[in-house]
């Protein structure tokens, strides 16, 4: 596979670069992760150290931030990232992976859900897949309807804002899943570490998909 432009598709491969949100990073001992000024200055110093525009990273990455928030502490800490995240400024244009049709949407508004939420329905070697696009704009919700279908490529939504994604700096939420498990317009994208063997065939590891 080739790569995928799930953002706007002005920006390329080399436009890419991978930031560390985990508990083994020191910065964010120091710093919250959750303040989103902090996390700003954060990324606009890494751009700039970095030349590239389209920061990225997180799939199986153990969050300081989510340890922080009573939303994952609900018997157990659940503190492992999903999905891969994909930050660029509010308003940017979301990509469909590959075709496919609406299967569910919802608007998860609830302080650190997802907000808006697209999932597509995939054919993909013979099985069904499914990919999921959290954090979106309120607006792109009036374009959805079960069923739609998608190209590759074709523009599905773009990134919210704070005040409508759930309360975070502008990203994308991307996870890769091979079942719904009866999820409509939702599906977990943090875990606890005891439950990742559980979700080990049906979360995939995104980067590839989006790599190649």
Known sequence: M????LLNPQYKAAD???IDLSVSNSFW???DVSNIPTFEKYLEEKRSKNGKFIAHGGFKEQRALYRRSTRFQDGEVRDVHMGTDLWAPAGTSIH???DGKIHSF????DAGNYGPTLILEHDFEGKKLYSLYGHLSKCDMQGWEMGVRFRESEKIATLGTPLENGGYSPHLHFQIMTTMQNYQGDFPGVLAENQLNNYSEIILDPNPFIFG
């Open 2 to 5: 080739t790569f995928k432009a």
């Open 16 to 18: 890419y670069f991978s």
């Open 106 to 109: 919802a608007d998860n508004g």
């Open 96 to 98: 469909a992976l590959m």
């Open 29 to 31: 001992e120091e710093n």
